[in-house]
């Protein structure tokens, strides 16, 4: 049974269908990305360091309460794909109805928790205490589309899981197109409108996912799609709910742990100072174009392993990863290269100030010829996470991130006395993340779990076997 707005990803061309599948990703992404930095350019060229700074500080505390809501539909995701690839589509549903018990309800408990802890949460950061007032305000504001946020979260997962990776970036166009045009009539009160300054970017995100919500929904409804929301049956929540969690809270506390690396390390950089802080954060806006390759590939490399290895296809997995190197590291090679070549051009579309650009330069040229590494990362973790061993991909973010990362930087950047040790400890912990991800997919360890429950296809082959050959399918 083909469902509607699904794609089977377990038979044809594994390369074709990873293109297929990540472009419209890859647009979302960029999409995404334009705004963020159109965005800034409005908030760094027109309302001036100090609110550049503030929405710096608060981006990571945003990412983690937010990274929680996205671990979970990552299990959601992997959940979907295995059971739409063997075709259980009574499985399938069940993970619909306990997933969208359970997102929202956090979603609303998460909302209330940050804006209780919001300012405690930026004092234990370091915040400059010019900002502090600023950074709270914008905070409290954001935090009210996490809801909306967990909602698209899910749906976008829950569509990507069956193969549908289209559906959801026309919506998210429309909710970027929309927000682009509403921040600033907030920002500056355009047409008659209170003037809010940063807080109206804020509210421009809240409005533009409330409406990209709603018509995404009612268009599945319309759709008959077997992963619309519904009211669920409670009857099935309980062991379903359980299996969401079982494979979710460790892709949860993976992304916490990314998230809460990032308020930590945006701590130690607030300790140098305000143009330190903001040379971090329009440096982190290069960061996110050179992710998106690599996110987006990674998403699609653990969609095709979910759908094959449900499907008991195992064969094919080898070459879902070498292709998943190829289109994500090359692509990743291209923008690290654009960035350790050309720092200052990049950067100066956020910032002016040549005291700022200075660390941001130095930023580029150390991190930025890294990025390859976080590339080849996600194809890795894709791998394992698409076999349901989110706990092993935790215990690599838990080395990358609090074995190397935080200590290394709070360290080196003490014993240099500048901003610059926090620099080359990102780089390290990319390298770090990258040998042991490495070691245990070429294990085969991740493949145990699925061993007995492989509904068709042939056996799993011995690991030893599996990446000792080519199987020669494209």
Not at 213 to 224: C, D, E, F, G, N
Not at 229 to 253: F, N, Q
Not at 356 to 369: C, N
Not at 394 to 422: E, I, N, Q
Request: charged content about 10%; hydrophobic content about 50%.
């Amino acid at each position: 049974m083909k469902a509607p707005l699904g794609r089977d990803l377990t038979t044809g061309s594994i390369p074709r269908h990873m293109v297929a599948f990540s472009i419209p990703m890859l647009v979302g992404s960029f999409l995404q990305t334009a705004y963020s930095f159109i965005n800034a350019i409005w908030v760094g060229k027109f309302l001036g360091t100090e609110a550049l700074a503030a929405v710096t500080v608060s981006f990571p505390v945003i990412f983690v309460l937010f990274s929680i809501g996205m671990g979970l539909t990552m299990a959601t995701s992997i959940l979907v794909s295995q059971n739409y690839g063997a075709k259980r589509m009574d499985e399938l549903r069940k993970v619909v109805d306990s997933s969208t018990v359970l997102i929202y309800s956090l979603g609303l408990v998460l909302t209330a928790l940050g804006e209780w802890l919001a300012p405690s949460i930026l004092r234990l950061m370091d915040t400059p205490p010019e900002i502090f007032a600023e950074s709270v305000s914008y905070l409290r504001v954001f935090l009210l589309s996490m809801p909306l946020g967990f909602g698209l979260f899910l749906t976008r997962s829950l569509l990507q899981g069956v193969g549908d990776s289209k559906t959801p970036l026309y919506f998210q166009a429309g909710s970027v197109l929309f927000t682009i045009v509403l921040d600033p009539v907030l920002m500056f009160g355009w047409l008659g409108l209170p003037k809010l300054g940063l807080n109206g970017t804020a509210w421009a995100t809240v409005v533009a996912q409330l409406l990209a919500l709603i018509t995404l929904l009612t268009y599945l409804r319309m759709k008959q799609a077997p992963v619309a929301p519904r009211l669920p049956r409670l009857d099935h929540l309980g062991p379903t709910t359980w299996k969401t969690l079982r494979i979710g809270l460790p892709a949860a506390v993976q992304q916490s742990l990314v998230s809460i690396g990032m308020v930590f390390v945006t701590g130690i950089v607030n300790g140098f100072g305000e143009v330190a802080t903001a040379a971090f954060g329009a440096a982190s806006r290069i960061d996110q174009i050179a992710f998106m390759p690599a996110m987006t590939f990674g998403m699609a490399v653990s969609t095709l392993a979910g759908q094959n290895l449900g499907a008991g296809r195992y064969d094919r997995v080898q070459e879902v990863f070498k292709w998943g190197c190829i289109f994500s590291g090359g692509i990743t090679l291209l923008i690290s290269a654009m960035a350790v070549t050309f720092p200052e051009a990049l950067l100066s579309m956020f910032v002016s100030d040549p005291a700022v650009l200075a660390p941001g330069v130095e930023y580029l040229h150390i991190v930025g010829a890294t990025y390859v590494l976080f590339a080849l990362i996600f194809v890795s973790n894709g791998i394992i996470n698409g076999a349901g061993r989110t706990m092993m991909t935790t215990v690599f973010s838990l080395v990358s991130l609090w074995v190397v990362r935080v200590p290394v930087a709070y360290w080196l950047s003490r014993r240099m006395g500048s901003v610059k040790g926090v620099w080359i400890a990102m780089a390290l912990s990319f390298a770090v993340s990258l040998a042991v991800s490495m070691v245990y997919y070429f294990s085969g360890r991740w493949q145990k779990p699925l061993l007995k429950t492989a509904p068709n296809g042939p056996a799993a082959p011995n690991p030893g076997e599996m990446f000792g050959h080519e199987t020669g399918e494209a």
